[in-house]
């Protein structure tokens, strides 16, 4: 039933969700506030972020295990397939990883740097002292944010719900909503040391889903390159890296002789320009207009839309292991 769930989840994605940026993930920042507030009242700052920990995992575990056992057997299993297929939607739609890199890249394209930035900040929930400085930092910074968030939002979620079911899945929401929102109620960071478990948690889920995905994109790119990285990092459990520069570092890796290098595309592009010039050079000396090309932009883009490819490539995989996985019963 899992890989079922999944194909209905992803097709509800894609068809009916595909134009919305942002599932309202309101209610849980609501309650988790409300939460912190009714646990500052005990002694002990120890005591208050583990209370605070155990009802913001538990009250909403213990509501989805109830209705799982409640919803059982009911309509032939299709209730139970609904609730299941309602989680992984909750959970995979916060930020459309593809809609993303398309606002990014019309922007990018049109050579708006401010309105890439702005947008960037709007959607991801940065703050200006977050953002890179310069145009080639900031390409690069939107790489590593959409390799991770498209990890995040899909493949830590495929990963856990075939282990796990909507428990496991629940929990992984339940995490990444907190690292999100830990600068809640007036604004200050809560806990240290309940920032600390959460960080630690996130290792903990991400840990394995990482390597696998990244050996995916061995399987979808360049293998020698990606794999060659993956194994020099594989069995390294370092609680500082961080995690978006790690899978794009792979990423990159599995592009590395997949796009066009940047002389080869300026050498084509200025032929072309040349050949539209000669053609009709009458028309381009009335409009005085000269023929202007950025390398450096273009080749930008063309990595970001082969780091997309990457992933829908490697997401493809998944979904036929999965279903390999489901016929044989592994």
Same mark, same amino acid.
């Given at each position: ?19 919305? %940026? ?89 050579? %708006? ?11 991801? %929930? ?16 939107? &790489? ?8 995040? *939002? ?13 428990? #496991? ?10 690292? %999100?929102?830990?600068?809640?109620? #007036?604004?200050?960071?809560?806990? #240290? ?5 959460? &960080? ?56 590395? #002789? ?33 023929? &202007?090309?950025?390398?450096? *932009?273009?080749?930008?883009? *063309? ?28």
């Amino acid at each position: 039933m899992n890989f079922l769930v999944l194909l209905i989840s992803l097709t509800i994605n894609y068809l009916w969700l595909k134009d919305f %940026d942002r599932f309202d993930d309101s209610w849980f920042f609501k309650f988790r506030c409300q939460v912190e507030k009714r646990s500052a009242q005990l002694q002990g700052e120890q005591l208050r972020w583990i209370i605070a920990l155990v009802l913001i995992y538990g009250l909403p575990l213990v509501i989805l295990l109830t209705l799982l056992i409640w919803l059982e057997g009911t309509l032939f299993g299709l209730a139970t397939m609904a609730l299941h297929t309602l989680v992984l939607l909750v959970a995979f739609d916060r930020t459309q990883p593809g809609h993303l890199a398309k606002e990014f890249l019309r922007r990018w394209k049109e050579g %708006d740097e401010e309105a890439c930035v702005l947008y960037l900040q709007k959607e991801l %929930d940065l703050s200006e002292s977050e953002m890179p400085e310069t145009t080639e930092a900031l390409s690069e910074f939107f &790489s590593q944010q959409f390799v991770y968030l498209f990890f995040e *939002r899909m493949f830590v979620m495929f990963f856990w719900y075939m282990l796990t079911g909507p428990l #496991g899945i629940l929990i992984a929401y339940i995490t990444y909503q907190l690292r %999100d929102s830990h600068k809640l109620c #007036g604004g200050e960071v809560n806990n #240290g040391a309940q920032l600390e478990f959460v &960080s630690l948690l996130l290792l903990v889920l991400e840990w394995l889903p990482v390597r696998l995905l990244a050996l995916t994109f061995s399987l979808a790119g360049n293998f020698v390159r990606c794999f060659e990285s993956l194994s020099q990092s594989f069995w390294s459990f370092d609680h500082s890296v961080d995690t978006p520069v790690l899978l794009y570092g792979y990423a990159r890796c599995a592009l590395s #002789g997949l796009v066009e290098p940047e002389e080869e595309a300026k050498e084509k592009a200025e032929k072309k320009a040349e050949e539209n010039a000669s053609e009709d050079t009458e028309g381009a000396s009335s409009s005085g207009q000269a023929v &202007s090309y950025n390398p450096s *932009r273009e080749q930008k883009a *063309r990595e970001i839309s082969a780091l997309v490819s990457l992933l829908e490539r490697s997401q493809a995989i998944w979904l036929v292991l999965l279903a390999v996985m489901t016929i044989f019963a592994i």
